[in-house]
């Protein structure tokens, strides 16, 4: 058959003279050696990827763990102004005492509802401080109702603060307001 050599610039698997096929045959994709390194390949990206997951979840474990100090505290009513002088004179327990009152006030008139979480924090530390706090509103049986998250910022020293947020509720008959967490941290 004419031109049964293959196309110039084609692939030459023999010598065109012999006809027999070359000494030097390609080798495959998959030989020994690179199917061993594909499997070094492949146990060094699965131990990779093993290894982020366990770091994923020790990450989460410390997240959710966190703080044993975030315990939910009931929310301080009306400040109580019939204190001993020995009261009157002692330090305040912690920051979470600058919070003097947190409650809830129901502003609802002709049938509509309006119900605003308010409160008056002092600051009793010696320099200006930020304070953020984060609530829950729940009825007798524990079910929370709202909550949400409060921040005063800028409180000089000795100064009192009043603020006030909407809520969600339709009533404020059996709920009680707890703070989940509370922090002061230096004003800059």
Not at 132 to 161: I, K, M, Y
Request: net charge negative; hydrophobic share 30%.
């Amino acid at each position: 058959m004419p031109g049964s050599e293959p196309p110039a610039g084609g692939p030459q698997w023999g010598s065109p003279s012999s006809g027999r096929p070359s000494s030097e045959q390609p080798t495959s994709p998959t030989g020994p050696l690179q199917k061993k390194q594909w499997g070094r390949a492949c146990l060094w990206g699965c131990a990779g990827a093993l290894a982020t997951v366990i770091v994923i979840l020790v990450v989460v474990l410390v997240i959710a763990l966190g703080d044993s100090d975030e315990s939910t505290t009931p929310a301080p009513g009306e400040t109580n102004t019939d204190m001993t002088p020995q009261e009157a004179t002692q330090e305040p327990r912690g920051e979470r005492a600058d919070l003097t009152s947190f409650q809830l006030d129901d502003r609802s008139e002709a049938g509509i509802t309006s119900i605003w979480v308010v409160w008056e924090l002092k600051n009793s530390s010696s320099e200006k401080s930020n304070y953020s706090w984060d609530w829950e509103a729940v009825d007798a049986s524990g079910t929370r109702l709202t909550n949400g998250s409060q921040l005063e910022t800028d409180v000089q020293p000795g100064q009192t603060a009043r603020g006030e947020y909407p809520t969600t509720l339709k009533t404020v008959k059996g709920v009680k307001l707890n703070i989940t967490s509370f922090n002061r941290t230096a004003s800059h």
